[in-house]
């Protein structure tokens, strides 16, 4: 059997520790039981370490997070996702059945296509200084958007009793949905009514394995 390219070479995480982005593939990662060398960005310190030349060299939008495996310098957390689960394709985080790995994927999609764009550092900074958002309208915004996003969630997963989003074992979906209540929490919205979703968080938290995934476990934490 030939060796895959950069078969010898480690995985670096360009990662800040509230993005939850990077919270994504920080879980795929543990999930896969894959080693990793952490280098954290940090978004807010000195006007933001994103936005300095040798970060926006590997990542060009000055986004985290950037996976970097030899030659290969990857963002955008799905398409990072996927090419660990098809480069380590053990502990798949897609389930077998293609009618399932589409579930997967649009649940993935709807959180981090539609509910997280509208919310994250760069959205909520320029509702406050160009669109002249005062604290509470900034934050009433982001509770609409997330609210109604993960209500449309919650009735996609009540279509099926499962323990994870999409199979018997967390995978790709569960990775976009813990990151997604986990900021819904900081910022004070409502999960009233979103039963299945907050069942599922309850396990992914309770998994030792994924301990050391959470943004207060990183290096950059505080």
């Not at 009618?99 to 760069?122: K, M, S, T, Y």
């Not at 986990?182 to 030792?208: K, P, T, V, W």
């Amino acid at each position: 059997m030939n060796k895959h390219q950069n078969d010898d070479k480690p995985l670096i995480l360009y990662s800040y520790w509230r993005s939850s982005a990077s919270y994504r593939v920080r879980l795929a990662l543990a999930l896969k039981g894959l080693a990793y060398e952490l280098r954290p960005v940090h978004l807010v310190k000195n006007g933001g370490e994103q936005h300095a030349d040798d970060y926006r060299s590997l990542n060009p939008q000055g986004l985290v997070p950037t996976l970097v495996h030899g030659e290969l310098v990857l963002g955008q957390s799905l398409a990072i996702i996927e090419y660990l689960d098809e480069r380590f394709p053990q502990t798949p985080l897609l389930p077998a059945e293609p009618g399932r790995r589409a579930e997967a994927r649009a649940i993935a999609q709807l959180i981090a296509c539609d509910i997280h764009p509208l919310n994250n550092l760069r959205v909520l900074s320029y509702l406050v200084e160009v669109g002249g958002f005062d604290e509470s309208a900034r934050l009433a915004w982001y509770r609409h958007w997330t609210e109604s996003g993960l209500a449309a969630v919650e009735t996609l997963l009540g279509r099926e009793e499962r323990p994870f989003c999409c199979d018997e074992e967390p995978g790709l979906a569960d990775c976009c949905l813990l990151p997604q209540v986990y900021n819904a929490r900081r910022f004070g919205c409502s999960l009233d009514g979103l039963d299945r979703i907050q069942a599922i968080c309850a396990r992914l938290e309770s998994r030792d394995k994924l301990q050391a995934a959470r943004p207060e476990n990183q290096p950059d934490a505080g």
